[in-house]
Structures are given as C-alpha cells and as structure tokens.
C-alpha cells in the first residue's frame, strides 16, 4: 500500500470524521471549498454529506442536488470527472447560479462509483482563480474518491 493509499485509509477508519477527510483533501490540492454529496439509496439524490468554504446563503441549495444538475450532479449522471476553468464564466450551463455566488473559479467534481458499479457520492473541490486540474491531479482526486467509496 503506498503512503497516500495508507493516509487516506487511516483517515477513513471508523467513525468517519467526513470535514476531516475533506479538509484533508483541499489541503492536498491547494483548494479552499469542497463538498462530499452521498446518494440516498431512497430518493436518488445527492446529500450534503460534509462542505468547507461553501457560504452560508448557498448551502440551503446544494443540501440535495438530483443527478444531471450542477456541477456535482453532471458528475453523477455522466459517471466521469466534470471540471471548470472558471465557473463564473461558465455558459455551458453546468454551473448553477448558487455555485457563481460561491466565487469559485477552478472546480473539479468526481463521482464515487462502488464495486457494484452505483454512483454512491461525489467529490467536488474548488479554488478561487481560474485553474484546470490536470491529468494527474484529476488521477489522484479519483484514487482518493476509490478509497473514499469504500466508507460511503
């Protein structure tokens, strides 16, 4: 097991501290807001499970996001990475307004799909300046999520 493979997991033991998890995670990539979304298995939606940076006046919106909405639910229902340079320019329409009243710029979401194929979760991280996540950032977020999955 590499040590990143090992930092994550101990971070992940049981009771999962999920702020703590995800705190760690914008500290590896330099980000200032994120989000976990779980999917509830009765409703189908994705569930505010942990958040950091998000502002007060936004988080009502994304306590719950359906498949194929925003940015966390594209990511859900396309089963892949979805990333913007700069969400507050964004007009492909896959950001919300709530995310522009974020004033995050460079976000990457990822879904968290388990050994039985189901998106389960999603990852989304942020930053404030224009910013695309490269291939390898991109492969290490979803390393962290396939270890993350596991617990959801």
Known sequence: MSAESEKWNNLLKSPVAW???????????????????RTDSQTGLLVLTAHQGIPPFVLDKIQTIPFGKGIAGCAAERREAVQLCNLQIDATGVAKPAAKQTNVQGALAI???NSDNKVVG???????????FSDEEISRVNAIGKIIQTVL
Do not use: N, R, W
């Not at 702020?19 to 979304?37: M, N, P, Q, R, Y």
């Not at 999603?122 to 695309?132: A, N, R, T």
């Open 19 to 37: 702020t703590e998890v995800l705190s760690a995670v914008l500290k590896d990539f330099e980000c200032v807001t994120g989000t976990i979304h």
């Open 111 to 113: 879904p968290l799909i």
């Open 122 to 132: 999603v990852l989304g991280i942020g930053k404030m300046q224009p910013y695309e």
